[in-house]
């Protein structure tokens, strides 16, 4: 359960507030209205691409929870860039959200989803954990950017959540590509080791490709289908 007595009414409020008064917050700065407004009751979600998000965040509340969806379709290089990360970052608590049914399970009922209905596999991997395990906070926070696709061109830096019914915190938002290798670079952050073999946007192993060159980072998720989110953020 969440751990304010806030009502989604009041929480959307709040929401709409900062939309406007941390509309040009920088990062730094939108995380420290979040932990000084949230207290515990917010998330990192963090797909162990890189840690850069944490990094951000720890700077802002050290204990802070992180969301990692365990579709257990991940690369190897993937549960091994989360287990980095923990050890990297002591004070953070990696919240491992997994689906009702394991992998085998959901093959046995259904067949490789990912194949057949990739729209499905993801609602029962991705979409049914997350909001089961957002339901235990006041708000989340996400590395989405708006590079990273036509999709999420309009990304705000605050926004409410009305499909999971909690505040969205985007602090990178307005981050150029250059600005996020600066950051990354400068600070020695942790990457997971398949961005540099050229996979730009890394999901569940069955369904990323790297991109071709010059397209969208996001473009090889889910390559020669129409379907472009997970469901996550839209």
Known sequence: MRTTTRTDDQLRALAERAAVDLADASAAEALAW?????????????NMQDAVLIDLAVRARADVDVLFLETGYHFAETIGTRDAIELTYPGIRVVNAAAEQSVAEQEAEFGQLNRTDPGRCCFLRKVVPLRATLSNYDAWVTGVRRVDAPTRADTPVVQWDERNGLVKINPIAPW??????????????????????????????????KP???????????????????????
Do not use: M, Q
Not at 190 to 207: D, T
Not at 220 to 232: D, P, S
């Open 34 to 46: 979040t932990a000084e407004e949230f207290g515990t009751s917010w998330i990192v979600a963090s």
């Open 176 to 209: 150029s590509d250059e600005e996020f290798r600066s950051y990354l670079d400068t600070n020695g952050i942790l990457e997971n080791p398949l961005v540099g073999a050229g996979y730009l946007s890394i999901g569940c192993a069955p369904c990323t490709a």
């Open 212 to 234: 071709l060159p010059g397209s969208d980072a996001r473009s090889g998720r889910w390559a020669g289908l129409a379907k472009t989110e997970c469901g996550l953020h839209g």
